[in-house]
């Protein structure tokens, strides 16, 4: 199948070993997922594709545990899932620096990726960015706002620390903001404000503190989920969460808040 530009069988039941074999004779291969299946994927380390992918997808797939090397030698890449793939090693800088222009989905969740998250990835046109459940450590850059198209940002369940950017409020296209189960510290910051179209807004389980800001029932009316909770936040519960006439699920537990309960 020399020609064949598109392979997707995603969603079965194979198993197996995937290797170098099955793909030398692809050279115009464009798009490969392999995703929910139990196939391990082994490729030589030394192994130099015949093709360039713009769709990577390999959830749930054995890919790890080093970070593939072939994979480095992929430039035009647009799409990229390697979730659930039990890689355990750090994020390759410079690669995802030189894929800044052409890369719009990633996920890397539930991996064990460890150290900072690349300042390079907030430098691009992506649309969704799941590094959730890994290990990351470290602040997160300021430089967010070069994000324009972003729509869903996961970050949670990672070590990071340190106080959430003031550039994250330029995301003006965010949908999904997730950074429950980090270290981060310090004050919501004001800009956050900008973010209207928020729906979902999962901040719980870190060290924030201070009042629950005006600011949240005022300009983030168009919120479905927010959760505060295991935070440090304190005094009384703002009386314009009233305005939060979409939401569905609210969780404020677990703070210092005192007083009485609103009447929603």
Request: proline residues 5%; charged residues 10%.
């Amino acid at each position: 199948m020399p020609y064949l530009r598109w392979l997707d069988v995603s969603l079965n039941s194979f198993s197996g070993l995937v290797s170098e074999v099955h793909f030398h004779n692809l050279s115009n291969l464009d798009v490969l997922i392999l995703s929910s299946n139990s196939l391990a994927i082994k490729f030589n380390s030394t192994w130099i594709p015949p093709f360039q992918l713009t769709t990577i997808g390999f959830s749930s797939c054995k890919l790890g545990p080093k970070f593939p090397s072939w994979l480095k030698t992929q430039v035009n890449i647009h799409m990229l899932d390697l979730s659930h793939n039990e890689i355990k090693d750090t994020i390759p800088m410079n690669w995802f620096s030189n894929l800044t222009t052409k890369l719009d989905y990633l996920d890397l969740s539930f991996n064990q990726f460890s150290g900072p998250i690349p300042s390079s990835l907030s430098t691009n046109e992506l649309y969704i960015l799941d590094l959730s459940n890994n290990l990351l450590s470290g602040s997160l850059p300021e430089c967010w706002g070069n994000l324009n198209n972003l729509i869903v940002l996961n970050l949670g369940n990672n070590n990071l620390s340190g106080v959430i950017p003031k550039s994250m409020g330029l995301l003006l296209q965010i949908r999904v903001l997730q950074l429950r189960h980090n270290n981060f510290s310090g004050n919501l910051p004001s800009s956050l404000q900008t973010s209207e179209q928020l729906q979902v807004f999962d901040i719980g389980d870190n060290a924030l503190e201070g009042k629950i800001p005006l600011w949240i029932g005022q300009k983030l009316t168009n919120l479905i989920f927010l959760s505060l909770k295991s935070n440090k936040f304190s005094n009384r519960i703002p009386s314009n969460l009233c305005n939060l006439h979409a939401i569905e699920m609210l969780d404020l537990s677990m703070n210092r808040i005192f007083g009485t309960i609103l009447h929603v």
